[in-house]
């Protein structure tokens, strides 16, 4: 029982990471052209992004930068359940896209940086929300392992979409003050 619950986490990290990376190779054979599949605040064109942009990287660096802690944050939540990481991952993304498709900057907003923010807020919340140690006690290891999560939430580089971080942020805490009865009655 054990392992199957296990080998199913097991391959939906590596599906996750494979799609990424086949979506990285094939931007990057295309010399970025799926860039332009990014939100693009209050233009129309830019809609399609909200569900696409934690998909799309702008370089291997970026998408390597990202991906270990996007997997080590989902293996996380995967253990209450893959569906509640499902579901809270799907409100993430569109969540904090909708959002930055109001309030980005103009820009072209790409990464699965806001994702990230999102899973590690949704744990930070679920921390307190739940009186779960071991929440509070793995994104407290994932702020220390991941140095610069917490300057993520500050503007000090032009080419990093803070606004997908915060609004990312701000979706994970918003998903667990949601579903903290659900979560509560199905411990």
Avoid: C
Avoid at 104 to 121: D, M, Q, Y
Avoid at 125 to 147: C, G, P, Q, S
């Amino acid at each position: 029982m054990m392992a199957v619950w296990f080998k199913q986490r097991l391959y939906m990290l590596i599906g996750l990471a494979s799609i990424l990376v086949i979506i990285q190779l094939l931007n990057a054979l295309t010399d970025g052209s799926l860039t332009y599949l990014g939100i693009i605040p209050r233009d129309v064109r830019g809609l399609i992004g909200i569900p696409l942009s934690p998909f799309l990287h702008g370089s291997w660096g970026h998408l390597f930068s990202n991906l270990p802690v996007l997997l080590a944050l989902s293996a996380l939540l995967m253990i209450h359940s893959i569906r509640y990481y499902v579901i809270a991952s799907l409100f993430i993304i569109f969540t904090e896209g909708i959002l930055v498709w109001l309030f980005g900057r103009t820009a072209i907003h790409i990464g699965a940086s806001g994702w990230v923010f999102g899973l590690w807020g949704l744990l930070l919340a679920n921390a307190y929300f739940l009186k779960r140690i071991k929440d509070l006690f793995f994104a407290l290891l994932v702020l220390i392992y991941y140095k610069g999560i917490a300057f993520g939430l500050l503007p000090w580089q032009e080419y990093i979409s803070t606004e997908g971080h915060i609004f990312g942020a701000i979706s994970g805490i918003v998903f667990s003050w949601m579903t903290k009865k659900w979560l509560i009655t199905n411990r």
